[in-house]
Each structure stands twice: as C-alpha cells, then as structure tokens.
C-alpha cells in the first residue's frame, strides 16, 4: 500500500482528519526537498496519525500579530533529526502545514512583502519595501531570519539583519530608527522550547494593527505552497548586516527610560539579573551598569541556549524560572532580582521585604508600582501639572489590574484601556502621533523634537503618553519605541526600587502605602492549557458557550454584569471605538471582576480575574488581604472546573 492509500484508509477508519488528509496530500505532491519527503513517507509508514493530525490539519495561522506554533513535532522523524548541533538544534525543522518552518516562514515573508508593496504603491512612493528582521536565541531562529532576509531580496527589497540575537524591543526601536516600511521578529517569547514564531510590525515600530493586519493576512493566504520552492536557498549577499552603532543608538533610547538618573546614583542598588538564557543579557546588563547599579548575572544562565535547560518554562511569570536568581541573591544579599524572557520583551521581579525575605511581585504590582512613582515623578520634575490633566494618559489592558485605573484616577491623569496585546497600546500612541504632527503642520519631525519638548507639545495638542503596560509582565515608559520593553523596565523598575531603598522603605512597604490610598486589589490568572486539534475545539467551545450561555453565578455569588466584546460596541476614554474581540468581562454580585479570552500565542483559554477590598486603615488591611485571597481561591476553583465542563462536547 503506498502513501496515499495509506492515508485514505486512515481517514476512512477516523485516525486521520479529512483536513489533514488534504494538506498532506498536497504536500507530499508539491515538491518538498528529497528529506522531507522522506520524513512524510516515515512517519506515514509508522501510523504517527495522531501526529499527522497535529501538523496539517490546518495551515499555522497567519494571525493579526503574525505565526507561532511548533517547529519541533512531539514525535519526530530521522531526516528531520539528523544531526544535532551543539545545543541541541535538530537538522531541520520539522514538516508540516501547521508548523514553522521553512515552507510556511517563507510563504508568510512573500505575503508581507505583497502587502507592503501594494502599500507604498497607495501612498505614491517609488520606495523598494525595507525591512528589519531580528531574531532570538531558539532552534532554527538564525536559520529563520536569513532566510527570510535572502526571500525579502530575491523579491526585490531591502533586507536588513543584526549580526547575532537582539531583543524585540531593539527590533521596534529600529524599523523606526532606520525609517523601515515592515520589520520582524523571529522568536516564540516564552513559549517553550520546541515552538518558534514570526512576529510582523508596520512603519511605526508597532506590530500591526487593522486595516494592515487584515490585509497581511489575506495576501499569505493567498500564497500556494509551489510559490515557495525558489526561495528556499538562502542568499544573504544582498543583505545589510548592523554593527555596533545599531546597538548604540537603542541603548542610549532604551536609557532615557529612567525619568530622574540621580535616584539610582544616589542610593546603591545591588541586584541579580538573569536572562534566562535569552537575548537580555546584551542589552538589560549594560543599560544597568551605565546607570550605576551593581549587576550579578546569573552564571547558569547567561549562555544563549535552545533548550533552556536549567527551567522547566523560560517565563519570569513562573516563580520556577527564577530559582537560580533568588538563590545568588539570598546568598549575596542583593536587594532585588529581575530576569526577563528569551526575547527579552518582559521583566520579572523579587525584592526584600521588611523580614529580609525575598518576595516574587506580579505584573500586577510591578506595574502598579511604577505607574504610580512615575505619574508622582512627572509632576515632581515639573513634566505634567501637580494637580493632573486629562492630556496625559497611562495606557493598560483591560486584562491588566484596576488598582492602575484608581492610581490614574488618584493622579487626576486619563486611563486608556485597550484589548489584550500591546500593539493596541502602541496603536493609542500612534493616533496621539498623528493628531500632533496635523497640528504643527508640514516640516515638523516627530522622532526628532527632543523628548521633553514633545511632552509639552503632546498636552497642548493631542495627549501625552505617561507609561503602558499589561499584566502579563510587559511594561514601556514612553513612545520612542512601539513594544513592551524588557530593558527599559529593569531600568525604570530599578530606579523605582532605589527611590524606596531611599526612603527606608521595603518596596512591599511602598505597595500597601497604595493599598492604603487605593484599597487592597489582588489578581489571579487560570490557564487551561489544550493542544492539537482536538484543543483547538475545546477552546473554541468555551468561548462559544460563554457567549451563547454566559454564567449566571459561581456558587452563591451572583453575575450582575456579562460584557461581550465581540458582539457590542465599547469605546476607551478618548471615545474611540473598541475593535470587536472574543474578550468577555464578567462582573460580579461581591464586586469582583474576571475577564475570558482564548490565547492568542500559545493553546490555551485564559481566565484574569480580579478581586478588590476596601481599605479604611493600616489595621484592616492584613484581614482585606485574607478575605481576598480566600475568596479568589475559592472563585477560581469553580471557574475552572466549569470551564473545563464547557470545553467537553455536549452528551448526546
């Protein structure tokens, strides 16, 4: 029986999807280089149909921020292995329709270029499209990043690489910097290490946003696998690879994070650092270094590797990630730890509390913290009105905590929310862009009014941006760049923790301070984690259920108010319109909150939710903290289980 037969009997026996069957099919006819046809041909002579399944029943998708998805398969075949390198890269990244690699990078990189011509054809410009790529330190990402570059030029445009692994917020930075039409990152952030990824930002340095986004998608749609096939020979001769001045000019940007300079030299700050093997170390350590603060990088982890083999997940969200960090600062007695992800986009953090102990914050807090010195800083240097103005903003996720929007509301400065994704926050600072350069008119140069003059001319004209963040560790103090930024947030977040120190205060001293102005707000996060296929179904059930049977109470707490974003109209505080997005918000009889959303970068559903408790006095506040926690733990218990419930297809 040969290959075809193969997989037609394994449909008809219901082991391989009918999609699957398809995009295999088309595959293995569409002229795949001799090993991964070989590759195909094993793994359907071994009946890894499950696997099969996992890797064609769809085309990874295109989505409104780009690809990621696997590149490593569960079950492997030996072409695909072959020899491994040093790190433990193998041969080639694994085939398949649903994953990344070679033909699907390249497939998207002819779609980007499409759009981007088309584009400049709109505006009138002659321009041949340009692009940055960078890249992080996963399996195949060099490989990835120039051939996309080689594919960029044999379209006929502008390629432009970095000579080793740079962070996202760099690759922002730079598409702007070097006047680019179109920029990518290579990395899958902290995803584990078998996945990769493909991230697209547009002319402002920002990932793209509609109408752009819509559009890019439709053109690699459009692109059939067979257009592939001449670009998959990689040539870089055409390509420009950046030196060091590249770096220097995003580390004196990165470095105008830090608001007041003289607070971190002032008081020493002793702080171990890790980059989890990731990209941070080129930027994050310097940055800190040049600012006076005394850095220990974490030794285990301060190679660039793949495997990440020193954690079970990359992700400074997970307390386990940074074992090795609190350990060196226990022992050394530091005053803080920070590490950030693979690409470097996000920063965690622990620091001494009054005991002498070192305690893990949440984006949350570490959010709140800054939101609240920065807005407090502002007005000290005299940058905004002591008293507030609705001309300044701080921007956030609806995801992200309420206790930012009470600290916002404190300072008497506006609070944007926005959906789940930072280029929804750097789409707010474009349109503030836009409506300045309108009002001063032809010859004005946004990027080049120094920083404070913009500032003033922000709040005179459109609004001025104070800080942006969101929950899931992803902080960016201004608008000279379009992405969360992980170094400038070890910057901004090390200059809020030397003010502390300063003070004679523990930061978590700082934090209650907030709670005491504010009230008490805690936050926790379910993930549900479903893969393949059949996850894909479950998520889309839950979602789907949400909407068309909300919840009505969680045990004997009632829902008094089920928000549907994907179906009615919202508008943020500027009166904008809220694009639709599967993104429900739920409120709650005991004035508790959550938020539900699928993933939009790794399978799983994602449930936020968000407890809140008045705070009269210093004294009721350890039994708000009790009450809250308790009743969190209790919430999100019973709405796992019936998110779990809901994920199952109905009994028949």
């Given at each position: 029986m040969n290959s075809t037969d193969k997989i037609s009997a394994a449909v008809k026996d219901g082991k391989l999807m009918a999609s699957a069957a398809d995009n295999l099919n088309a595959w293995l006819k569409g002229g795949l280089p001799a090993w991964a046809q070989s590759s195909l041909a094993e793994l359907i002579e071994r009946g890894e149909w499950s696997e099969l399944n996992d890797r064609f029943y769809r085309y990874l998708e295109f989505g409104t921020g780009g690809m990621r998805g696997?590149?490593?398969?569960?079950?492997?075949?030996?072409?695909?292995?072959?020899?491994?390198?040093?790190?433990?890269?193998?041969?080639?990244?694994?085939?398949?329709?649903?994953?990344?690699?070679?033909?699907?990078?390249t497939r998207a990189?002819?779609?980007?270029?499409?759009?981007i011509a088309k584009y400049l054809a709109t505006q009138q410009s002659s321009a041949k499209p340009k692009i940055?790529?960078?890249?992080?330190?996963?399996?195949?990402?060099?490989?990835?990043?120039?051939?996309?570059?080689?594919?960029?030029?044999?379209?006929?445009?502008?390629?432009?690489?970095?000579?080793?692994?740079?962070?996202t917020p760099q690759l922002s930075f730079s598409v702007r910097h070097l006047k680019a039409h179109t920029g990518v990152v290579i990395t899958a952030s902290h995803n584990p290490p078998h996945d990769n990824g493909f991230k697209a930002y547009f002319d402002d340095g920002a990932q793209v946003t509609p109408?752009?986004?819509?559009?890019?998608?439709?053109?690699?749609?459009?692109?059939?696998?067979?257009?592939?096939?001449?670009?998959?020979?990689?040539?870089?001769?055409?390509?420009?690879?950046?030196?060091?001045?590249?770096?220097?000019?995003?580390?004196?940007?990165?470095?105008?994070?830090l608001l007041d300079p003289t607070v971190i030299r002032k008081t020493p700050l002793k702080v171990v650092y890790t980059n989890i093997h990731g990209v941070g170390a080129v930027s994050a350590i310097p940055l800190l270094r040049q600012a006076g603060v005394?850095?220990?990088?974490?030794?285990?982890?301060?190679?660039?590797?793949?495997?990440?083999?020193?954690?079970?997940?990359?992700?400074?969200?997970?307390?386990?990630?940074?074992?090795?960090?609190?350990?060196?600062?226990?022992?050394?007695?530091?005053?803080?730890?920070?590490a950030t992800d693979p690409d470097d986009d996000r920063m965690g953090a622990a620091v001494r509390n009054k005991a002498g102990g070192l305690e893990l914050l949440t984006g949350n807090q570490v959010g709140a913290l800054m939101a609240d010195y920065r807005i407090a800083k502002y007005k000290e240097l005299g940058w905004i009105p002591a008293a507030g103005t609705q001309s300044a903003a701080i921007v956030k996720t609806f995801v992200t905590t309420p206790l930012q929007d009470a600290i916002g509301a404190g300072h008497k400065v506006k609070v944007i929310n926005t959906l789940t994704g930072f280029k929804w926050i750097a789409g707010k600072m474009r349109g503030y862009e836009e409506k300045l350069v309108q009002a001063m008119g032809p010859g004005f140069d946004y990027d080049q009014t120094p920083f404070k003059e913009r500032a003033a001319l922000l709040q005179k004209h459109s609004t001025f941006y104070l800080f942006g963040t969101e929950e899931s560790y992803g902080y960016l103090p201004n608008d000279l760049l379009r992405d969360k930024d992980g170094n400038a947030a070890c910057l901004m977040f090390a200059e809020v923790c030397a003010w502390v120190k300063s003070r004679g205060l523990t930061?978590?001293?700082?934090?209650?301070?907030?709670?005491?102005k504010y009230g008490f707000f805690l936050e926790g996060v379910i993930?549900?984690?479903?893969?393949?296929?059949?996850?894909?179904?479950?998520?889309?059930?839950?979602l789907d259920t949400y909407r068309s049977a909300p919840p009505k109470a969680f045990g004997d707490t009632k829902v008094t108010k089920f928000q549907d974003f994907g179906r009615e109209k919202f508008h943020d505080a500027d009166g904008e319109r809220i694009p639709a997005q599967d993104l429900y918000l739920v409120t709650l009889a005991n004035g508790y909150s959550f938020a539900a959303r699928g993933s939009g970068t790794e399978p799983k559903m994602k449930f936020y939710l968000f407890a809140q408790e008045p705070v009269k006095?210093?004294?009721?506040?350890?039994?708000?903290?009790?009450?809250?926690?308790?009743?969190?733990?209790?919430?999100?218990?019973?709405?796992?289980?019936?998110?779990?419930?809901?994920?199952?297809?109905?009994?028949?």
């Open positions: 696997r590149t490593i398969g569960r079950v492997a075949a030996k072409a695909e292995t072959g020899t491994l390198s040093a790190t433990g890269s193998p041969e080639h990244a694994n085939v398949g329709s649903n994953l990344l690699n070679e033909f699907t990078l990189v002819i779609g980007l270029h499409r759009y940055v790529i960078a890249h992080d330190i996963r399996h195949f990402s060099r490989h990835f990043c120039e051939l996309a570059a080689s594919t960029w030029t044999k379209l006929g445009g502008e390629a432009v690489i970095f000579d080793g692994p740079r962070s109408p752009h986004d819509k559009g890019i998608i439709a053109e690699v749609d459009a692109v059939p696998l067979s257009a592939v096939h001449g670009f998959l020979t990689k040539d870089v001769t055409k390509v420009v690879t950046l030196g060091s001045q590249a770096d220097a000019a995003y580390l004196a940007t990165a470095a105008q994070a005394d850095v220990t990088p974490v030794p285990e982890q301060l190679a660039f590797d793949p495997r990440f083999p020193t954690v079970k997940s990359p992700n400074p969200e997970n307390a386990e990630a940074m074992t090795l960090a609190l350990a060196l600062a226990n022992k050394g007695g530091h005053d803080l730890v920070m930061v978590p001293e700082y934090l209650d301070e907030i709670y005491l993930n549900i984690y479903y893969e393949g296929a059949s996850g894909a179904a479950k998520i889309k059930r839950i006095s210093a004294a009721d506040l350890p039994a708000a903290k009790a009450k809250a926690r308790a009743t969190l733990d209790a919430l999100k218990a019973m709405m796992e289980a019936d998110a779990r419930k809901r994920a199952e297809p109905p009994s028949p």
